[in-house]
């Protein structure tokens, strides 16, 4: 079974750019999770979608961070226009729905995100 | 305060050493916890789920004590794949609902020959 995968794996821009991040999540999970590891801290949330509809965005940090998941498959997370503090590992997971399932998140290895 | 706490790494241990990890988190209303495991310039991957009982997966045991705030990890006979930086996670949901994780900065243990 083909795990999360997220496009590109590294991306440099330049400050006010912008950049759109793809996630796939395992393919029947209804759960899609964005989150981000800046350098030196820990990893942190930045939303939660249930099919393609947004059940938790309390972790995005601004305005300039967009998410969707049209059709409820594949999730993009667009920031613009990016800024320096943006720069850090942006991780999608997912997980099925279902008592036992949701229990484990599965990581896709990341996007690692440098803004000059 | 940080939502999840972890003791500073790293930690470097000989093969075959017992190692234990702690971490508390400051959300009384947590209701489900984790250890996840991360290899360097990897993804996160799940080690354990913790529970109140306690529970134990081979050489790894996991300890839960709600009233204190507090996780525990302990890993005997360490091995050198055992390389990695360990994570402490707590969800405000319950094992079964999903929702955020909310991540500790990691523990990092290098396991050395």
């Known amino acids: 079974e083909a795990g999360v995968t997220q496009f590109p794996s590294h991306s440099v821009i330049e400050k006010g750019q912008t950049v759109t991040l793809r996630c796939d999540p395992i393919s029947g999970h209804d759960n899609l999770y964005w989150y981000r590891r800046v350098m030196g801290k820990e990893i942190k949330f930045l939303l939660h979608f249930v099919k393609e509809s947004k059940q938790d965005e309390s972790g995005m940090p601004n305005n300039r961070f967009l998410a969707e998941r049209t059709g409820g498959t594949y999730s993009t997370l667009k920031v613009q226009p990016a800024e320096l503090e943006d720069s850090g590992v942006y991780f999608c997971?997912?997980?099925?729905?279902?008592?036992?399932?949701?229990?484990?998140?599965?990581f896709g290895p990341g996007t690692r995100l440098l803004v000059l | 305060r940080k939502e999840v706490e972890q003791d500073p790494g790293p930690f470097n241990v000989p093969e075959g050493a017992t190692v234990a990890f702690n971490c508390t988190y400051s959300?009384?209303?947590?209701?489900?916890f984790f250890w996840y495991r991360q290899d360097c310039r990897k993804e996160p991957k799940l080690l354990m789920s913790?529970?109140?009982s306690g529970n134990e997966d081979g050489r790894f045991t996991a300890q839960l004590n709600r009233a204190s705030q507090y996780i525990s990890l302990l890993i005997r006979d360490s091995k050198l794949s055992d390389s990695a930086t360990y994570l402490c996670?707590?969800?405000?949901?319950?094992?079964?609902?999903?929702?955020?994780?909310?991540f500790g900065q990691g523990t990092e243990l290098s396991v050395k020959p």
């Open positions: 997971a997912s997980s099925p729905t279902g008592a036992r399932g949701q229990e484990t998140q599965y």
């Open positions: 996670v707590v969800n405000p949901l319950a094992y079964n609902q999903g929702g955020k994780l909310i």
């Open positions: 959300n009384s209303a947590s209701q489900s």
């Open positions: 913790v529970y109140s």
